[in-house]
């Protein structure tokens, strides 16, 4: 990957090239990356990843046009890239109408931050993965490496955002689809709590080879799991909490905005990008505060704001992407130990993890999706068996409204483990749902 | 337009390649991947900046000592290729003790591939795209009840490249082409949008990719229709006949035969993130997967369908198979490596999105032939039931069995005739169950060929691009539901 001495280097060359009407805004991402999947404890595919993306985005008066290039890591080469990039640039700008839409941040805030790389030793990892699954079905992937998020412009900021993380997301199999779902993430290798995991993991697993039931269709009180909970919120974080999306009635939770739907007063949703892992600045260079009330008391707050949001619907940017999805969510905590979650629940489901899931009826914010991985009927407070997969759908004024009884009091920190085009530096901090009911539909 | 990254010869990265091979190792394969794509769009009546991507970088595999190990670098020059084969070796020695075993692909063959070209992207000029699209966005504004309308064209060109050290030299081009149409009309507290088939009318080609699906004349009638259904009634609820058009067909034949039969899926490879399949190794031939009236392709020789390709990206040559024929599952979706892991006959499927991912086992073109019942009398031979048109929701189990998929829009059929449409169409299954339902299939005037531009999967993870077609068919017995259900 690069640093931040060669990014500025690319820019302020690219700057001195740009004529006395034009502005550079430039982002990158950059990444060194280890990976080594597994299944049934050996490795599957193994490898590591060197790459390095710019996005320029040239503007002249109000008109302009965005490309993203591969550098090499020649410093010759990439410095022609850069430069052919911006003619390409040029020459389509010619073709382009004013962009009514477009803002620049004229308030140019520089930061810098590298976090210590205290990532292990990569053979020592795979051995202590080894050693950890002993002769069990283990499936899963590891990833570490340095990340960094990058902007720069030719009005002089710049900013550079560095992190050095592993992300070890596990499952042990029992048989078929009974298993149990587990990760490890951070900055630097703990074993003690690898192991604390491990043990947590067996445990569950012990629970699992008992037979498992089918439930028939109907309503069951139900604890989620953090893990689970984060599915389901997953989902709203498309294109529920970004100002596009709700000017346009296409927010799923339209029926919160208009008082047709009602979530439970406990519910404290934001975008907390003081305890997150995300960059405090956006691919434009607009900074982000450290934290964006979404939903407070059950009622909506603000909404992410992108740049062009906030010039088409008159309204202030906040620092969000323009996907105006949230980076570093949490949701805040409420009054249940999560060590009484179980006897909390007395009889129902208990669900470590929902998957798949998607919206059955997006206005009104009703989600259908499946159980998977560790789902246990509990009565009377202790685990009885583990249940077959079952599709719940239900909305969310039911689920973290008039259906919740109560959330657990210390949020999980989770570290988004996703990898599309890149290692995501995206994360969640959110506590377990205990509901009198679920509605399961098949 | 002037050249962003200037692209390296077969032969030029085939002799860096060969001066940069390490000692000591039983195979190398380098995969040289230049991609440059163009997007545009119109949203709400204004034309956003257009985006241009070059990308251009090269993953090296090396087979060592029992091991494997992989390397992705954008730097292509020799010295470059040489610390990647290094890294990669390394990996393949680290590993090699607990690896699951690959022997190397022993590629040795030549070949080439070009999409078909009609009419070349640049044919049209920029202002000329961004006029079109400037004219259809527009004639999706038909009223204030229209609050959201935009449309898109995106364009990719990827060149791959794949050497071996064993001689093998495979070189192939794809030019795609991605056109969208979305309106979403709202009012009291609902909202209803319909698309040009929902991303699904793309192709190999050029500029007459347009035209397949009729994007110029498109708009009006998806306005119109996201309109109607803010006041239509909602879909009944009631166990039915449904009859399914193909931008659905494409959605139900990738997530309930597509995913079930890949097999890195069945030995396991997916079941921490992708899941894992209801199908077994033990099922193929004997398998009763559809009733009579299926039969399911794997064909990567369909001109102009998305994932058509003359070899994988192991280099393996592709050919048109049977997966499921009259009903009974044949084969899985496996490359070479999973058939020699599972010991069963697949198909030429080894596939990765980009440079920076190793290939898995994934669906290309998976197609449900065409059969012999016209339209008509699909539609005549429903007595209660619902016709059903382009996909807007799918959530399925991790073992690809109980599946619940809603539509855009549906069409109400009664004693044999359409009748009115509803809004918010849904139905729910379990896999085996409704493919054995399959009670009539159109014939080639209902059949269309079409893609998925995004299909997640993989750890890594990874987005690629599908290729689908389909008839109209009929399914029985069928729980169908509106939203209030």
């Given amino acids: 990957m690069i640093d931040q001495q060669y990014f500025d280097g690319l820019i302020t060359t690219a700057t001195a090239t740009l004529s006395g009407e034009e502005t550079l805004l430039a982002g990158a991402h950059t990444e060194d990356t280890d990976f080594a999947r597994f299944n049934n404890a050996h490795v599957r595919q193994a490898g590591s990843i060197t790459q390095t993306t710019v996005d320029l985005d040239l503007i002249e008066g109000r008109r302009h046009t965005q490309a993203t290039v591969q550098l090499s890591g020649g410093v010759d080469d990439d410095h022609d890239r850069?430069?052919?990039?911006?003619?390409?640039?040029?020459?389509?700008?010619?073709?382009?109408?004013?962009?009514?839409?477009?803002?620049?941040?004229?308030?140019?805030?520089?930061?810098?931050?590298?976090?210590?790389?205290?990532?292990?030793?990569?053979?020592?990892?795979?051995?202590?993965?080894?050693?950890?699954?002993?002769?069990?079905?283990?499936?899963g992937i590891y990833t570490a490496g340095s990340v960094a998020s990058a902007f720069a412009s030719s009005l002089g900021q710049r900013n550079w955002f560095e992190t050095?993380?592993?992300?070890?997301?596990?499952?042990?199999?029992?048989?078929?689809?009974?298993?149990?779902?587990?990760?490890?993430?951070?900055?630097?290798?703990?074993?003690?709590?690898?192991?604390?995991?491990?043990?947590?993991?067996?445990?569950?697993?012990?629970?699992?080879?008992?037979?498992?039931?089918?439930?028939?269709?109907?309503?069951?009180?139900?604890?989620?799991?953090?893990?689970?909970?984060?599915?389901?919120?997953g989902l709203l974080?498309?294109?529920?909490?970004?100002?596009?999306?709700?000017?346009?009635?296409?927010?799923?939770?339209?029926?919160?905005?208009?008082?047709?739907?009602?979530?439970?007063?406990?519910?404290?949703?934001?975008?907390?990008?003081?305890?997150?892992?995300?960059?405090?600045?956006?691919?434009?260079?607009?900074?982000?505060?450290?934290?964006?009330?979404?939903?407070?008391?059950?009622?909506?707050?603000?909404?992410l704001v992108s740049p062009r949001s906030a010039v088409e619907f008159d309204l202030?940017?906040?620092?969000?992407?323009?996907?105006?999805?949230?980076?570093?969510?949490?949701?805040?905590?409420?009054?249940?130990?999560?060590?009484?979650?179980?006897?909390?629940?007395?009889?129902?489901?208990?669900?470590?993890?929902?998957?798949?899931?998607?919206?059955?009826?997006?206005?009104?914010?009703?989600?259908?999706?499946?159980?998977?991985?560790?789902?246990?009927?509990?009565?009377?407070g202790e685990i009885v068996a583990p249940v077959n997969v079952l599709r719940f759908d239900d909305s969310i004024y039911n689920m973290l409204g008039s259906q919740l009884k109560g959330l657990t009091s210390e949020p999980e920190f989770v570290f988004d483990n996703s990898t599309y085009g890149q290692r995501s530096n995206g994360s969640s901090r959110l506590p377990g749902a205990l509901l009198e009911a679920m509605r399961f539909t098949l | 337009m002037s050249t962003v990254i200037m692209t390296n010869s077969a032969d030029t990265l085939a002799t860096r390649f060969s001066n940069a091979l390490p000692a000591g190792i039983d195979e190398a394969t380098l995969r040289v991947i230049d991609e440059e794509s163009e997007w545009l769009a119109v949203t709400r009546?204004?034309?956003?900046?257009?985006?241009?991507?070059?990308?251009?970088?090269?993953?090296?595999?090396v087979w060592a000592n029992g091991g494997t190990g992989i390397a992705a670098t954008s730097d292509l020059s020799e010295s470059g290729l040489r610390a990647a084969l290094a890294e990669a070796?390394?990996?393949?020695?680290?590993?090699?003790?607990?690896?699951?075993?690959?022997?190397?692909?022993?590629?040795?063959?030549?070949?080439?591939?070009?999409?078909?070209?009609?009419?070349?992207?640049?044919?049209?000029?920029?202002?000329?795209?961004?006029d079109l699209l400037r004219e259809v966005e527009d004639q999706l504004n038909i009223g204030d009840r229209i609050v959201d309308r935009r449309a898109s064209l995106g364009r990719r060109t990827v060149r791959s490249v794949l050497l071996s050290s064993q001689g093998g030299e495979i070189e192939q081009t794809f030019h795609f082409v991605y056109p969208m149409l979305a309106a979403t009309a709202a009012a009291n507290g609902d909202a209803q949008t319909r698309t040009y088939g929902r991303g699904s009318f793309c192709g190999q080609g050029g500029i007459e990719v347009l035209d397949r699906f009729g994007f110029r004349d498109a708009a009006p009638r998806i306005a119109a229709e996201a309109i109607e259904l803010l006041d239509a009634p909602n879909c009944p609820t009631d166990t039915m006949e449904i009859l399914v058009a193909p931008d659905q067909m494409i959605l139900q034949i990738h997530e309930s035969i597509g995913h079930p039969l890949e097999?890195?899926?069945?030995?396991?490879?997916?079941?921490?993130?992708?899941?894992?399949?209801?199908?077994?190794?033990?099922?193929?031939?004997?398998?009763?997967?559809?009733?009579?009236?299926?039969?399911?392709?794997?064909?990567?020789?369909?001109?102009?369908?998305?994932?058509?390709?003359?070899?994988?990206?192991d280099g393996t040559p592709a050919t048109r198979q049977h997966l499921i024929q009259d009903g009974l599952l044949l084969r899985p979706l496996g490359s070479a490596s999973s058939q020699v892991r599972a010991g069963i006959e697949g198909v030429a499927n080894s596939r990765a999105c980009a440079w920076?991912?190793?290939?898995?086992?994934?669906?290309?073109?998976?197609?449900?032939?065409?059969?012999?019942?016209?339209?008509?009398?699909?539609?005549?031979?429903?007595?209660?039931?619902?016709?059903?048109?382009?996909?807007?929701?799918?959530?399925?189990?991790?073992?690809?069995?109980?599946?619940?998929f809603s539509c855009e829009l549906g069409q109400v059929i009664r004693n044999g005739e359409l009748a009115e449409k509803v809004r918010n169409p849904s139905y729910r299954g379990i896999s085996r169950n409704f493919w054995r339902n399959l009670s009539g299939v159109g014939d080639q005037s209902t059949f269309a060929v079409m893609g998925t531009p995004n299909c997640g999967k993989g750890e890594l993870n990874q987005v690629i691009g599908t290729g689908h077609a389909a008839p109209v068919c009929k399914f029985s017995d069928i729980e169908v539901f509106g939203a209030d259900q």
């Fill in chain 1, 82 to 139: 850069i430069a052919s990039v911006l003619g390409r640039l040029r020459e389509q700008r010619a073709f382009v109408p004013d962009d009514p839409h477009l803002i620049v941040n004229t308030e140019p805030v520089s930061t810098h931050h590298v976090g210590e790389n205290q990532l292990p030793d990569r053979d020592d990892t795979l051995a202590a993965i080894a050693d950890g699954a002993d002769d069990r079905d283990l499936v």
């Fill in chain 2, 45 to 61: 009546g204004t034309v956003e900046p257009v985006h241009s991507s070059f990308d251009s970088g090269a993953m090296v595999t």
């Fill in chain 1, 316 to 380: 202030t940017p906040n620092g969000a992407a323009s996907d105006e999805s949230p980076q570093s969510l949490a949701i805040a905590g409420g009054d249940i130990d999560a060590d009484d979650a179980i006897a909390e629940l007395g009889t129902g489901l208990y669900i470590g993890n929902l998957w798949y899931s998607n919206f059955s009826d997006q206005p009104a914010c009703r989600v259908t999706g499946m159980t998977r991985f560790a789902t246990f009927w509990v009565e009377g």
């Fill in chain 2, 89 to 130: 070796k390394r990996w393949a020695e680290a590993t090699a003790s607990r690896a699951i075993a690959v022997a190397p692909p022993g590629l040795a063959h030549s070949g080439s591939y070009t999409s078909p070209l009609e009419q070349s992207w640049d044919a049209m000029g920029l202002s000329e795209r961004i």
């Fill in chain 1, 237 to 303: 974080s498309w294109n529920s909490f970004g100002a596009r999306a709700q000017k346009t009635s296409q927010s799923a939770l339209l029926h919160l905005l208009t008082g047709q739907g009602e979530l439970a007063p406990s519910i404290r949703i934001s975008e907390d990008t003081a305890n997150g892992v995300a960059p405090n600045f956006q691919e434009q260079g607009f900074m982000r505060p450290d934290e964006v009330v979404l939903i407070e008391h059950g009622k909506p707050v603000d909404a």
């Fill in chain 1, 164 to 233: 050095s993380t592993f992300n070890f997301d596990w499952t042990f199999y029992l048989r078929a689809d009974k298993a149990v779902k587990s990760s490890y993430a951070g900055f630097d290798w703990d074993q003690a709590a690898f192991d604390r995991k491990l043990v947590d993991a067996s445990v569950k697993l012990g629970a699992l080879a008992r037979q498992p039931i089918d439930l028939p269709r109907g309503e069951y009180a139900a604890y989620l799991t953090p893990a689970a909970l984060d599915e389901v919120i």
């Fill in chain 2, 263 to 313: 097999l890195d899926r069945i030995l396991g490879d997916e079941r921490n993130f992708a899941g894992t399949s209801f199908v077994t190794a033990d099922m193929f031939g004997s398998f009763q997967y559809g009733s009579e009236l299926l039969n399911v392709t794997f064909d990567p020789t369909v001109e102009g369908q998305l994932a058509s390709y003359a070899f994988d990206d």
């Fill in chain 2, 356 to 404: 920076n991912r190793p290939p898995i086992d994934r669906m290309a073109n998976l197609n449900v032939e065409a059969g012999e019942s016209s339209l008509d009398e699909l539609i005549g031979g429903i007595e209660h039931g619902v016709f059903l048109h382009t996909n807007n929701s799918w959530s399925i189990d991790d073992s690809r069995n109980k599946f619940q």
